[in-house]
C-alpha cells in the first residue's frame, strides 16, 4: 500500500492519497469511518455477522469498493472499517490492546516497520492466530521475503501480507537530456545495474552540465535509504541482535551517500518536508528513489504541466520501502469469518483490483501476470509499462533482516547523519559519530 511509513515515512506522505489514474497512492493517509482499534458488537440487529477492521491511515480497502464487493458475495456479513490516521498513535494503543487481551478488532492491520517486533516478540506473536493453514490462503502466492517478514522463528504466519514498495528509480526526462545523458528508461537501467556507486557516477555527470539550480538527486536520506533497502542484513542480524554500526555494507552506504552530498549531487532537502515538495514543484532536481507509491507524492507536488516528463527505470541492486499485514487475534470473536475475509482481502484478484484502484503495489507475486498489473500505466509517467517495472523489483528485492527498531536506525542515519553533510557541510566522519551517538541513545530509551 502505501505503503505506510511504512518502513518510516514520514507524517506529511501519510497525506498523500491519489488513484491510479491520477497517480500512485502515496502512503497511508487518514481513512473514513471511526478511529479506534476496539471489536464492536459481533453482530446487528439483522443477524448478519459483523466484522470488525482496524487500521491505521488508508489500505483502500474501502475506498477500491472491495468491502462493498465482499458484503455483496456474503449477504450474512457486515464489515465495520475503524480507523486511526497516524501510525504512531494506532500501534503503541494495538500492542496495549494485545496485552491486555481486550478491545481488538477482528482483523488487526501491522506496517511493515512494527511486524518484526510483534514476530520477534513471543508475548505478542502469541496473542495472533497463525494464517499459514487459513482457507484460501498459499504461502506460493507470496513474494518469499514478504512471507517471511510476517512469520515467525517458530513458523506461525501472523501476518498477511497488503503491499509492498518495490524500489525503482523515477527521473525527469527533459533533466536528463538538458544535461546530456541518456533518456531511455533501459538504457539507464543498464548504466547503473548492479552497483548504486554507478548511480552516483551518473549523477557527476549530470552536475557537469546541470540545468541551473537543479541537483541530480532530491535528498541524501533518499539516497541512503534506498541502499539500506537493497542489502540482506542491515541494521540487525539474524539473531536480533543490532548490528548496524559493525556491518560494513552499511558503513558503505553512508559514506557513499555521504560522497555524493559533499559532491553536490543530492539537494540539501529531507524528504516529505515543505522544502522538499517545494522543490519537486520548481524541477530542482533530476532524480528519486522511487517505490510505486513516491509516484503519487511526486504528482501531487508537481505542477500540472510535469506530468509526462518523468519516467522510471529499474533500479541499481532492488528493494523495498513500504508495506503491512493483516493479522487475525486470537481473543476476536468472529475468527474463522475474519480469516476468511483476511484471505480474500489479500488474495491476487483483490491486491490488483487495490493496484488500480489505490497504486497498492501487489505483495502475491502471482497477480503480476494479472492484466492489472501488466498493463499498468499512470498519466504522471506516460506510457511507462510501471507493473512490470515494479513486478521486477519487487522479485529481485532481498529477504531482508528487519528489526524492532530499524525505523529509529534508518532515521538517524539519514537526519542527523548524511543530511548534515548535504545541509551543514559536516564531514562524513563527523555525521556518523553524530548519527550513531544520537541512535544510541534513542535504542536505549
Known amino acids: ?83 486511526v490516521t497516524r501510525n504512531e498513535n494506532y500501534y503503541p494503543a494495538l500492542v496495549n490492546h494485545l496485552t491486555t487481551g481486550s478491545g481488538l478488532a477482528d482483523i488487526q492491520g501491522i506496517e511493515v516497520g512494527n511486524i518484526a517486533e ?6 505478542l506473536a502469541a496473542k495472533f492466530e497463525d494464517l499459514s493453514k487459513a482457507p484460501g490462503v498459499s504461502k506460493s502466492d507470496y513474494l518469499d521475503w514478504k512471507w517471511a517478514q510476517g512469520t515467525t522463528k517458530d513458523g506461525s504466519t501472523i501476518g498477511l501480507g ?93 559514506d557513499l551517500t555521504a560522497q555524493a552530498a559533499t559532491d553536490g549531487l543530492t539537494g540539501k532537502l529531507q524528504q516529505f518536508q515543505p522544502t ?53 487475534p486470537k481473543s476476536g470473536k468472529n475468527k474463522d469469518e475474519a480469516k476468511k475475509l483476511a484471505a480474500w482481502l489479500t488474495a491476487p484478484a483483490q491486491q490488483a483490483k487495490l493496484f488500480v484502484a489505490q497504486g497498492s503495489f501487489p505483495s502475491v507475486q502471482t497477480a503480476y501476470t494479472l492484466p492489472e498489473v501488466t498493463g499498468a500505466k499512470n498519466p504522471f509517467t506516460g506510457d511507462t509499462p510501471i507493473g512490470t517495472i515494479f513486478a521486477a523489483a519487487a ?29 551543514k557541510g559536516k564531514s562524513a566522519a563527523d555525521a556518523w559519530k553524530t548519527a550513531t551517538e544520537t541512535i544510541d541513545n534513542n535504542l536505549e530509551k
Open 395 to 423: 522479485k529481485a528485492a532481498p529477504v531482508q533482516v528487519i528489526g524492532p527498531k530499524d525505523a529509529i536506525i534508518q532515521q538517524g542515519l539519514s537526519d542527523n547523519g548524511v543530511f548534515l553533510v548535504a545541509a
Open 276 to 328: 522538499w515538495n517545494q522543490a519537486i514543484a520548481n524541477s530542482k532536481f533530476a532524480a528519486i528513489s522511487c517505490p510505486p507509491w513516491m509516484i503519487g507524492t511526486l504528482k501531487g507536488a508537481a505542477k500540472a504541466t510535469d506530468a509526462g516528463k518523468w519516467d522510471v527505470a529499474q533500479a541499481p541492486k532492488g528493494g523495498n520501502w513500504g508495506g503491512s499485514f493483516l493479522g487475525i
Open 118 to 123: 510483534v514476530t520477534g516478540t513471543p508475548a
Open 162 to 254: 497488503t503491499d509492498v514498495g518495490p524500489m525503482a528509480i523515477c527521473y525527469r526526462k527533459d533533466l536528463f537530456k538538458a544535461a546530456g545523458l541518456p533518456t531511455d528508461r533501459e538504457v539507464l537501467a543498464k548504466k547503473w545495474a548492479g552497483d548504486w556507486s554507478k548511480l552516483v557516477d551518473l549523477g557527476k555527470q549530470y552536475k557537469a552540465n546541470a540545468p541551473a539550480g537543479t541537483t541530480f538527486l532530491d535528498s541524501a536520506g533518499g539516497l541512503l535509504n534506498a541502499i539500506t533497502s537493497s542489502e540482506t542484513n542491515k541494521f540487525y542480524d539474524n539473531s536480533g541482535k543490532v548490528i548496524y554500526k559493525d556491518n560494513p555494507a552499511i558503513k558503505a552506504a553512508f
Open 1 to 83: 500500500m502505501f505503503t505506510r511509513t511504512r518502513t518510516t515515512r514520514k507524517v506529511v506522505v501519510l497525506a498523500a492519497v491519489a488513484a491510479l489514474g491520477t497517480g500512485l497512492l502515496a502512503g497511508c493517509s487518514s481513512d473514513s469511518g471511526d478511529s479506534g482499534t476496539g471489536s464492536k458488537a459481533s453482530s446487528d440487529s439483522k443477524g448478519k455477522t459483523t466484522i470488525n477492521v482496524g487500521l491505521f491511515g488508508t489500505f483502500g480497502f474501502k475506498e477500491a469498493g472491495l468491502y462493498a464487493e465482499y458484503e455483496k458475495q456474503h449477504p450474512n456479513i457486515k464489515i465495520v472499517q475503524n480507523v
